[in-house]
C-alpha cells in the first residue's frame, strides 16, 4: 500500500506539471497578451501598456515567463490576476466552493437515481417497465444539459416563479444556518438537476447492464436457492458486483464536471471554476488560468485516488499495486 | 420595421422641458405615462439589478473600463453633475468660475461633506484626486488633464485648476463617472493601482459598499450621512453579474431583477419586454456614454488611397438597413463622426451623405481604376469585425451581401478581442475594421482621438486607426481643444465634420442608442444626462 501511494503520487506531480506546461504554451500560443485586452478595456498609452508588460513579467521571452511561474509555483504562489485586482489564490478560494458542491452533489445525486432506475429496469428486463424506463433514459440522453437549465428556467422561475435562477445563495441576506442552506439547495436545484440529467441516464444504461450480467451468475443463483429474500439478492448480493463499473463511471464525471460545467456555470450565473478558466481564456490572464487548472487536475487526481481506494473496498480481490 | 422605441417617461421628458433642451428622437410618448400624477418619492427598498461582466475595481479614477464607470458614481461623487443635454449642475463643487482668459477655473467645494470613513472632504483632496491619479492613471484623463498645471487649495473649501491653455472640454468631464474624486488620505503616498481602497471603496457618494463576491455581485447600502439631504431614497442596491443575456432575460421578467441598464439585455427581448404593461423602456441618460458603431478604412492599404473607392463603399452600405436589423431600431444611421448626443455641436448640415446607391457606388469603383473580372470582381478585402458583441459581426455580413453586388468580394475574420485589438492598433493588419466605441461626453474627449493625426500611435487601442492626417483637420480639433466662445466651438466642429465626411477615413455605421429596460415600480431612476450612470440618488421603489 504505501508504494501504490507513492506511485500514484509521482503520477499525479507528472500529470499536474504536464497540465501546466501545455496549458502555458497554449495560450502563449494565442495571439495577444493580458495588456492587449486591458488596453482594449480601458484607454491605454503605449508607454503605459510597456509599463504593465514589465509589471506582469510579459516582457521576457516565453520560456523565461514559463520558469519564473514554476519556481513560484513550487513555494505554492500562484501569482496575482490583474483582471481581478486579487491574488489567485483568492479568487480560486472563492470559487472553489461553488463547484464542489455542483460536482459532489450532481455525482450522488445522479449516480443514485441512475444506479436505482438500472437496478428496475434490469429486475423487469423486457416488460413494459423497462422498456419506460429505457425510453426515459433515451430522452434525457439525447437532451442537452443547457436546454434542459432554459428549460426549468422558464418554466420553473418565469412561469411559476418558484425557483431563484441565478447565484450561489440570495445576494444580500444574513441568513444562517438552516436558512443560508435551504437557500443554497433552493439556489443550486436547478444547475443540479440540469447536470444531472445526462448522467442519469449514463449510469441507468450502465447499471441495467451490469446488473443483467451479474444477475446471471452462481453466487446470485445460491443466495436464491438458500431462500433469501429478492430484495436482499438484488441489493446486497448482485449490487455490490453491479456497482464497479458505475464507480469507474463516477471518476470520469468528476473529472468531466470539475472544469466542464461552464454552460450550466454560465446560464445560472454561478462563478465556479469552468466559467472561471474560460474567461481566463479569453482574458489571457495565464495566471489565473494555470491557477485554476492546478487545483482543477489535482481534485481530478485525489478523487481517482479515492475511487480506486472504493474499488478495493467493494472487491477485495482488486489489489492495489 | 416600424417601431415605437422612443416611449419617454413623464419625469423624463418633464425634466428635459425643464433645462429648455429637447430630446432628441422623442417622437412618441405613452400617453398612459405622460398625463400621471406627480408622486413623491419613498424611502426604502432594494434595487436589484444585473450585469457584465464583472469589475476589476470599485473607482473609475484609475480605469475607463465599463464595469468601473457604473459602479464608480455610486461611491463617489465628482466636482459636477449634467442636466439633460450636457448642463453643468452643482455635486461637490457648489458654484465654479472661469477667468477671462480661462486658464483659472475655480472651484467652491461643499462644506461639510464627509467621507465614508468620517473625515472631512476638503479642496485637498480635490487637488490630490486631479494631479496624483486623473492626470496619471486614467486613460482619458491624461490627455484631458494634460494642460493641468496645479490645483492650488488657497482654503479647504477652494480649489482653482491652473492650466496651461484654456480647455472648454474639461467641464464636461467632472463627474463621478469620468472624474470620481478620491480620498487623499487613504490615497497619497501609497502605490495607487495596488491600494486595497480600490476594491474597498471609501467615497463621498449616496452609496456605500456593503459587500463583495468577487465576479459574483457587489451590494450597496445607503450612506446615511450622505449631503444630499434625505438622499438616497433607497436602502440598497443589489448587482449580480451575470454572464448569460437569456438568463439576465429571465431574471428581470421573473422579478428577480427589478431593472436593467445599459443594454443588458438582447435588443429583441428588450423591445419584448418593453411592450408588456408592467415593464417601461427609457432611451435617455446616457448622453456621457454616447457610442458609434464605425468602420475605419487602413489608409495604408493602396486600395484605400482613392476617396473614390472609400465613398464607393458608403454608398453601397444602408446604414437604415443596419440599425433597424441588427441594432434593432436603438440607434441611428450613421451621419457624423460625432454622436447626435453631443447636441451642442453634431450637425449634419453640410455634411456630405452617402445615400444607398449601388449604381453610383460601381460607376465611382470603374472610374477608380477597378473594373470587374471576368469573375465579375474587382477586388477582394477582409472585414474585421469587434468580438464585443454580435452586433459587428452580424452587420459585416451584411456588408458582405452588399459588396458582392457592387463586384467586391469581402472576407469576414472573427477572432477574439485579444487578436483583434492587437491586429487593428499594433499589427495593423487589416483591410476593414468595424467596431463601437464610445464619443465621449464632448468631440475633444471622445471623437478627436479617431481623426487626430497626432494621435495615429500603433500600439494603442481606439487610436486613429485608419491613420488619417489632414493638416486642416488638426488644425481645427487642436482649435476647438482651447476655443471657449461656444459659437466658435460649434462652428469649428461642424467644419470639421464635414471635411471628416468629405474625406471619410472611417464611415460611421450607427449612431448607437442605450436602453433601460425596468419594471414600471421602479421610479426616478434616469433624471439626468447621466442616468444609471450617475448615482440613483433619486431612483425609488413605488410598492
Known amino acids: 500500500m504505501p508504494r501504490y501511494v507513492l506511485r500514484r503520487l509521482s503520477q499525479a506531480v507528472l500529470v499536474m506539471l504536464l497540465v501546466v506546461i501545455g496549458s502555458f504554451f497554449l495560450v502563449k500560443m ?64 472563492g470559487r472553489w466552493p461553488v463547484t464542489a458542491i455542483l460536482v459532489v452533489s450532481s455525482v450522488v445525486i445522479s449516480m443514485t437515481v441512475g444506479t436505482v432506475l438500472g437496478v428496475i429496469s434490469a429486475r423487469n428486463a423486457g416488460n413494459p417497465i423497462d422498456l419506460s424506463i429505457s ?19 422558464l418554466f420553473f422561475s418565469v412561469f411559476l416563479g418558484a425557483m431563484p435562477i441565478a447565484g450561489f445563495a440570495t445576494v444580500g441576506t444574513q441568513a444562517t444556518g438552516f436558512a443560508y442552506a435551504w437557500d443554497v439547495v433552493k439556489h443550486l436545484a436547478m444547475p443540479v438537476a440540469a447536470l444531472c440529467t445526462f448522467y442519469v441516464a449514463i449510469y441507468g444504461r ?56 461552464v454552460l450550466i456555470e454560465t446560464i445560472f450565473g454561478l462563478p465556479g471554476m469552468g466559467r472561471t478558466a474560460f474567461d481566463a481564456v479569453f482574458e489571457r490572464d495565464t495566471n489565473l488560468l494555470l491557477g485554476v487548472l492546478f487545483i482543477s487536475s489535482l481534485s481530478v487526481v485525489v478523487v481517482n485516488f479515492v475511487i480506486d481506494l472504493l474499488y478495493m473496498a467493494l472487491d477485495p480481490r482488486v489489489e492495489l499495486a | 420595421m416600424k417601431k415605437q422605441l422612443f416611449q419617454l417617461d413623464r419625469r423624463t421628458f418633464m425634466a428635459g422641458l425643464a433645462t429648455s433642451v429637447a430630446l432628441p428622437g422623442a417622437i412618441g410618448l405613452s400617453a398612459g405615462s ?28 484609475i480605469t475607463t473600463s465599463g464595469p468601473e464607470s457604473f459602479l464608480s458614481p455610486k461611491f463617489f461623487d465628482g466636482l459636477l453633475g449634467y442636466d439633460f443635454g450636457m448642463v453643468e449642475k452643482p455635486a461637490l463643487a457648489t458654484e465654479w468660475s472661469i477667468a477671462e482668459d480661462g486658464k483659472r477655473v475655480t472651484f467652491k467645494l461643499r462644506p461639510g461633506v464627509k467621507w465614508h470613513d468620517g473625515e472631512a472632504f476638503t479642496s485637498k483632496d480635490v487637488a490630490f484626486t486631479f494631479m496624483e491619479v486623473l492626470k496619471v492613471h486614467h486613460g482619458r484623463g491624461r490627455s ?114 427589478d431593472i436593467v441598464f445599459l443594454n443588458f439585455l438582447p435588443a429583441l427581448d428588450t423591445l419584448r419586454l418593453a411592450a408588456m404593461p408592467d415593464f417601461e423602456l427609457v432611451e435617455a441618460g446616457y448622453e456621457t456614454s454616447a457610442s458609434n458603431q464605425q468602420m475605419d478604412f487602413n489608409l495604408e492599404r493602396e486600395i484605400f488611397k482613392d476617396a473614390r473607392v472609400r465613398h464607393a463603399i458608403a454608398h453601397a452600405i444602408d446604414r437604415q438597413w443596419i440599425v433597424d436589423n441588427v441594432w434593432h431600431g436603438f440607434g441611428v444611421a450613421g451621419a457624423s463622426p460625432l454622436h447626435h448626443d453631443q447636441r451642442a455641436f453634431y450637425t449634419t448640415e453640410g455634411v456630405p451623405q452617402y445615400a444607398l446607391d449601388l449604381a453610383k457606388a460601381e460607376a465611382l469603383l470603374d472610374e477608380a481604376g477597378h473594373p470587374r473580372g471576368a469573375n465579375g470582381v474587382r477586388f477582394e478585402l477582409t472585414i474585421d469585425p469587434t468580438p464585443y458583441g454580435d452586433e459587428s459581426l452580424t452587420a459585416a455580413e451584411y456588408i458582405r451581401e452588399q459588396f458582392r453586388q457592387i463586384g467586391i468580394q469581402l472576407n469576414i475574420r472573427t477572432q477574439d478581442y ?35 493625426s ?33 459659437d466658435k466651438r460649434r462652428e469649428q466642429f461642424a467644419k470639421f465634420q464635414q471635411i471628416a465626411m468629405t474625406d471619410l477615413p472611417t464611415l460611421p455605421v450607427v449612431h448607437t442608442t442605450r436602453a433601460t429596460i425596468g419594471w414600471q415600480k421602479v421610479k426616478d431612476h434616469t433624471v439626468d444626462a447621466l442616468g444609471s450612470l450617475g448615482n440613483l440618488a433619486n431612483c425609488w421603489i413605488d410598492g
Not at chain 1, 425510453?135 to 428556467?153: K, N
Not at chain 2, 456605500?208 to 451590494?219: C, D, F, K, P, W
Not at chain 2, 434625505?230 to 449580480?240: A, N, S, T, V
Not at chain 2, 481606439?462 to 476655443?483: R, T
Request: charged share 20%.
Open chain 2, 144 to 257: 484631458l488633464f494634460a494642460d493641468l498645471q496645479a490645483v492650488e487649495t488657497p482654503d479647504d473649501l477652494t480649489a482653482v485648476f491652473v492650466l496651461g491653455k484654456p480647455a472648454p472640454a474639461m467641464l464636461k468631464a467632472l463627474d463621478g463617472r469620468e472624474s470620481p474624486i478620491l480620498p487623499a488620505h487613504i490615497y497619497a503616498g501609497t502605490n495607487i493601482m495596488e491600494n486595497p481602497a480600490n476594491t474597498k471603496p471609501i467615497g463621498t457618494g449616496a452609496f456605500r459598499l456593503a459587500s463583495y463576491e468577487r465576479g459574483a455581485s457587489v451590494v450597496m447600502e445607503r450612506n446615511p450621512d450622505y449631503w444630499d439631504e434625505g438622499k438616497p431614497y433607497l436602502d440598497r442596491i443589489i448587482l449580480q453579474y451575470i454572464p448569460d443575456a437569456s438568463t439576465r432575460t429571465a431574471m428581470l421578467e421573473a422579478g428577480q431583477a
Open chain 2, 454 to 486: 497626432k494621435n495615429f500611435k500603433p500600439g494603442v487601442a481606439f487610436s486613429n486607426g485608419s491613420s488619417y492626417s489632414n493638416p486642416e483637420v488638426d488644425a481645427l480639433l487642436e482649435a476647438s481643444q482651447v476655443e471657449l466662445d461656444p
Open chain 1, 206 to 261: 450502465i447499471g441495467r447492464a451490469s446488473m443483467l450480467e451479474v444477475l446471471k451468475l452462481d453466487y446470485v443463483r445460491t443466495a436464491r436457492a438458500k431462500g433469501l429474500p429478492e430484495r436482499r439478492v438484488i441489493y446486497v448480493h448482485a449490487l455490490r458486483n453491479a456497482l464497479l463499473p458505475l464507480v469507474t463511471m463516477a471518476g470520469l464525471q468528476v473529472s468531466a464536471l470539475v472544469g466542464g460545467a
Open chain 1, 30 to 93: 494565442a495571439p495577444g497578451d493580458l495588456v492587449d485586452v486591458l488596453a482594449g478595456n480601458s484607454d491605454m498609452t503605449a508607454d503605459q501598456m510597456a509599463s504593465l508588460r514589465v509589471r506582469y513579467g510579459l516582457d521576457q521571452p516565453v520560456l523565461v515567463q514559463l520558469f519564473i511561474y514554476m519556481s513560484r509555483l513550487v513555494m505554492l504562489d500562484f501569482g496575482y490576476s490583474p483582471l481581478n485586482a486579487a491574488p489567485v489564490l483568492d479568487v480560486i478560494m
Open chain 1, 135 to 153: 425510453i426515459l433514459m433515451l430522452v434525457l440522453y439525447a437532451t442537452p444539459s443547457f436546454v434542459i437549465a432554459i428549460c426549468f428556467i
Open chain 2, 34 to 61: 405622460a398625463f400621471a400624477e406627480a408622486q413623491t418619492p419613498k424611502r426604502g427598498g432594494t434595487l436589484t439589478t444585473v450585469a457584465w461582466p464583472g469589475t476589476t475595481y470599485m473607482n473609475a479614477a
Open chain 2, 418 to 452: 485579444a487578436v483583434f485589438i492587437k491586429r487593428c492598433w499594433t499589427d495593423r493588419d487589416f483591410d476593414l475594421c468595424l467596431y463601437t466605441a464610445a464619443m465621449g461626453a464632448d468631440p475633444t474627449i471622445g471623437v478627436q482621438r479617431f481623426y487626430w
